[in-house]
């Protein structure tokens, strides 16, 4: 297999997830941008209404990525996120919600040696609308925030061209680490062991199975009334999103809430 294709192969596990998105030219740079660099096509999450994937800017600014339109997908934010083991929230808006924020280059790195590591490792970049970025409910369901380094005077990117110059370092950063390997019996050796002393964070889909769990429960012991819900819940939501669980753990965990629902004589299917 040639080298272009092996990058391919990798950058494709990353989804690119764009929330709000409300501009129909920015849509077709965001798709030429991704096409340049061989990742994926984007997912949207409640565009606005004037994004038209037939709209003849988004045709016109996608110039020779107008296949890429075809293969847009639209979803909820949940949906979009299941099969991910890391979500990266990218955003130049402090929130009042305290996500773990990592360097670019450190979550370049990190993203990439999980990719490389697992056959099955999924990433999500999740980028907020033009005009307002992130939420408070959107970052709780990363895992870790991103901002770019760029003059605080002016700090805030067209989002087409956040877009490309993150697509172009992540497929820099996996060159870079794919390609320098030595001998690749021996790094595909060292892989195999690594991963399994290493154990994959658990999918989101898996953690959000994990808070429902959870906040069924203190639905049913009225811990809700002690304070604003929305709140509680988005705390819950970080603990859990925010410390790396693992697959394993998290699926014992949720038996162990759903043993105690049963001795309180209460299931969710109820």
Known sequence: MDRNKLLSNHLK???WVFVGLTHPGNLGAILRALKNTGCSPPILIDPGADVMINCPQVRSRAAHAKDYVNDIEFRNLETALGESRMVIGFTAR???IQVPKKPFEEILETVSENLL???DFKVSFVFGSEK???SN?????CTL????DVDESYPSLNISHATLLVAYSIRNTIKRIFFMKKDPATEIRDKNNLSRLMKKPARQKTLY???RSMIFLAERVNFFNRGKRENSEMKMRRWIVNNNIEEEDARLMISFFSEIGKKFNCTEDQ
């Open 13 to 15: 596990k990353i989804q």
């Open 137 to 141: 409910k959107e970052l709780s369901r």
């Open 145 to 148: 925030v991103c901002t770019l």
């Open 117 to 119: 590591r697992w056959d």
């Open 209 to 211: 199975s994990l808070e």
């Open 94 to 96: 402090d929130r009042d």
């Open 132 to 134: 307002c970025g992130l």
